[in-house]
């Protein structure tokens, strides 16, 4: 046995830093995100009130910033999820034999610009890194993403930090 044949991180996995792992596009709708915002309970008034969101600045109500990622996803028949709940699309369908447990590792936003009622929004998911890290609990794997969010007129929205953790 060689010394790297119990790396969890395989050739092809390693390959792939750098690559884009998805993309999607999807339109924002003034009814879609109002009604994500009631069910979380986010009653802010710029989704809501477009005489508030112009006393504030913007030219009508704007779409919560969070609901971007649901705007570009599309719907994960209940027989295609893994075990962990996810589908695989937007983390570019990356596979770690030997560290198939997967958890998120976590996430973090930064909003440029808002989107407003029937933007076309594009998401971008580059693969960033894929690193082998040694925890408490043992070995692990880290997969970091970058992700942008532009408009039809490629203006930056947003852009987001997301990691996940995998472990045998």
């Given amino acids: 046995m060689s010394p790297n044949d119990d790396n969890l991180i395989d050739a092809d996995a390693a390959s792939r830093v750098g690559t ?39 030219r009508d109500i704007v779409c919560p910033p969070l609901f971007l990622q649901y705007a570009v996803l599309g719907v994960t028949p209940l027989e295609a999820l893994r075990p962990d709940g996810s589908s695989g699309a937007v983390s570019g369908s990356l596979a770690f034999p030997r560290a198939p447990k997967r958890m998120a590792g976590g996430e973090s936003f930064a909003f440029h610009l808002p989107a407003y009622h029937r933007d076309e929004v594009e998401m971008v998911r580059t693969i960033s890194s894929i690193v082998e890290k040694q925890g408490r609990s043992g070995r692990f794997v880290l997969v970091t993403w970058h992700t942008v969010y532009h408009n039809q007129y490629q203006d930056l929205l947003a852009e987001a930090s997301t990691s996940m953790i995998a472990r045998p």
């Fill in 20 to 58: 884009v792992a998805a993309t999607a596009t999807g339109e924002v709708n003034r009814r879609d995100w109002q009604r994500w915002a009631a069910a979380i309970g986010d009653h802010n008034p710029l989704w809501f009130d477009p005489d508030y969101a112009r006393a504030n600045g913007f």
